[in-house]
């Protein structure tokens, strides 16, 4: 019986070992649980190297002794190039900054938008520009996989001023300026190692004084500014800066916001039944906007479509282009201009790049004077219809945790057109002037609808 019961306990003891040797093997094949995967964090540090293109408007000032004239001369055309530079991210309390260098040169095709005016003989003036650089630093705000920027630093370019005298002669300058630029940006990851940017950048190219030629003896003062608006594409070298979107982020909704920017005029004029030959020139307001929009966008998957509508009050002004032999001095306003226009973008990730269009209306206020005696020649009020086209970006905004997902930021160009108009100042008097503005402006919108995230 002892040994009865043993040999039980004994088999017993094996079969007990059996299965616990069974359950441990099954533990140590059972298949492990995974953790979804970290995405890294975007980090511009790096190399990276690009192409652009743009266009371009000149607003060239002169003062000219021989005729008494002081107007300017607006070469407007388009330009591309390269760009090589690096960024530095570091943290802050803001969030991560970004510090960087960039260089480029472009080749350029600025000419045209010269005057004709009727001093002691007929004088024509032409300017043109064939190839420009900058180098600048940049500093900005990154939100993840978009910088918003400011940039500036040193700024040259080839100039070529011609004054054309009846009777007299050509006299030609030829030379390379310098000086310095200003501007600002956004860049945006488009996928993989690609980054897209939109950016405006204002070229002060230096005054030069004095400049004496003839005979007969005469002097002219030159005053040389860009206004540059571009695109472009870039490829970065290094660092973690590869970005994969995996879905579009949720544009659906209605949207209001504001806005403020800068443009710049090239309203070209001609002034008729004062001298034989009619004077013709650009007057050239620059200054500040801003206004408020609002609008609704219709998503697509990654197309987005939407409708958009703003008004703006304006700082715009020229008034220090003086024609008929220094005795008629002009103070052209644009104050104020407003836009009905359908928009069309595709988002990568949670960045939305568009294309915009539509009507364009505005005031437009011109006053002749004469600044001799202050007498006001002419005065003139004008309302004005006709079209605009551009590009932007937007993007999510944050900044200190003051703005929650239902926030964007838009960085804007637009050209507006608001048509040529003629007025007739009394006596066979005829001012006609062509109303063409170049915008460059950034607003905030709330989306009310839906938070703007993409849709990992």
Known sequence: MGSTMKRILLASAALIGTAVTAQAADMAVKAPVYKAPVMAVYNWTGFYMGVNAGVGIGRDRITHSYTGDSIYRSPQGGF??????????????????????????????????????????????????????????????????????????????????????????????????????????????????????????????????????????????????????????????????????????????????????????????????????PETFSLNPDGINGGGQIGYNWQAANWVYGLEADIQASSQRDNKTTVLGGLANYDHKLPWFGTVR??????????????????????????????????????????????????????PFKLLGLFGPQWTSKTEYLYVDLGRKTNDLGGGVVNSTSVTEHIFRTGLNYHFNTPVIAKY
């Open 80 to 277: 591309g190039g390269v760009q090589i530079g690096w960024n530095w991210q570091a943290d802050s309390l803001l969030g991560p900054i970004v510090y960087g260098l960039e260089a480029d040169i472009q080749g350029a095709g600025l000419s045209g938008g010269g005057a004709n005016v009727v001093g002691i003989s007929q004088t024509s003036y032409s300017t043109s520009s064939d190839w420009f650089g900058t180098v600048r630093g940049r500093v900005g705000l990154a939100t993840g996989p978009v910088l918003s920027y400011f940039t500036g630093g040193f700024a040259y370019g080839n100039v070529k001023s011609t004054i054309t005298e009846a009777g007299v002669g050509t006299f030609t300058s030829d030379r390379t300026a310098t000086g310095w630029t200003i501007g600002s940006g956004v860049e945006a990851a488009l996928g993989g190692n690609w980054t897209g940017k939109i950016e405006y950048l204002y070229l002060n190219l230096g005054n030069r004084y004095g400049t004496a030629f003839g005979p007969p003896a005469q002097l002219a003062n030159t005053e040389l500014r860009d206004n540059l608006f571009r695109v472009g594409l870039n490829y970065r070298i290094g660092g973690n800066s590869t970005y994969t979107p995996v879905a579009a982020a949720n544009w659906t909704g209605w949207y209001l916001g504001g806005n403020v920017g800068s443009g710049t005029g090239r309203d070209r004029t001609t002034l008729s039944g004062v001298t034989a030959v």
């Open 342 to 395: 359908g928009r069309l973008g595709y988002s990568v990730g949670s960045s939305l790049f568009y294309v915009t269009g539509g009507y364009a209306y505005g005031g437009v206020k011109t006053t002749i004077n004469n600044p001799t005696t202050g007498v006001q020649l002419a005065s003139f009020n004008n309302t004005q219809g006709g079209w605009t086209a551009g590009a932007g970006i937007e993007t």
